[in-house]
């Protein structure tokens, strides 16, 4: 069955942010910041091993030598203009705190902006990560769920990990993945294997890069708008195709 995949990644997501909003509720808060804080660092160190993809030989072959790390550079810059455009970022966050309203009336303020903020984390991470597109993809043309079973094993540690620290907003979060893998399977189902390996490639350095800012964000080092630049993941393969193509 085709789309199973994502259904079980959203059960892990509700699964182990109930856990972990359980547990965190008895946890002092000094706990719950150290908590977010090595996740923070463990986020920075998955983008960097997926950065690793702009060394890709056949990213290196399609672009040229020298052109991997422009090709990820013109799509950030190209994707951060769109998505500040569109104000993605923005409108994530007053997706949350709609949510927010409905299903936490009566909380401290505190709490409101601890439930937003697990909401905005935890989804750009879920759906950022390589796996979300790969496996969504391969889900799509029928070549299994073994790639969506993983990534849902890590995400339900992570939303432990996340909710036990932002509480009840990292449950939500499995909404927007469900919804972003969905549109993936559905595309891999109509258009069939269409992403060549170095277009694969660009886009996973490119979700490393954003891997990072999501780590720096939750560090607290800097307030980076990640959501801004998520059209670069749509971007970069079409950079790519475009250099390949007229390289020639």
């Known amino acids: 069955m085709r789309g199973l995949g994502t259904i079980i990644n959203v ?31 463990v986020v920075l160190v998955i983008g960097a091993l997926n950065i690793a993809s702009i060394s890709d030989p056949s ?9 991997p ?7 950030l810059v190209i994707g951060g203009i769109t998505g500040s455009l569109l104000r993605i970022e923005d409108r994530l966050a007053t997706f949350g705190r709609w ?3 409905r299903l936490t009336r009566g909380r401290a303020s505190d709490s409101r902006e601890r439930f937003i903020e697990g909401f905005v984390a935890a989804s750009l991470l879920f759906c950022i990560g390589p796996l979300a597109i790969l496996g969504a993809l391969s889900d799509g043309l029928g070549h299994g769920i073994d790639q969506l079973v993983l990534k849902s094993a890590l995400d339900m540690f992570a939303a432990s990990a996340f909710a ?13 993945v469900g919804i972003f893998q969905g549109v993936i399977t559905v595309l891999g189902v109509l258009a069939g294997s269409f992403l060549p390996a170095s277009m694969i490639a660009a886009i996973t350095a490119t979700g490393g890069i954003l ?12 307030p980076i708008p990640v959501a801004d630049l998520l059209p670069s993941l749509v971007i970069a393969p079409i950079i790519v195709g475009i250099v390949s193509a007229l390289r020639g």
């Open 99 to 101: 949510l927010e309203i």
């Open 69 to 75: 790390l422009l090709v990820i550079l013109g799509a």
């Open 211 to 222: 891997l990072l800012g999501i780590g720096i964000r939750l560090l607290q080092i800097k």
């Open 164 to 176: 036990a620290s932002l509480g009840w907003g990292v449950a939500v979060a499995a909404l927007p």
């Open 11 to 41: 059960v892990a997501i509700v699964l182990g942010a109930t856990l972990g909003s359980l547990a965190g509720n008895r946890l002092p808060a000094r706990i719950r910041h150290t908590v977010t804080d090595a996740l923070g660092m």
């Open 59 to 67: 990213f290196r072959h399609a672009v040229g030598k020298s052109w």
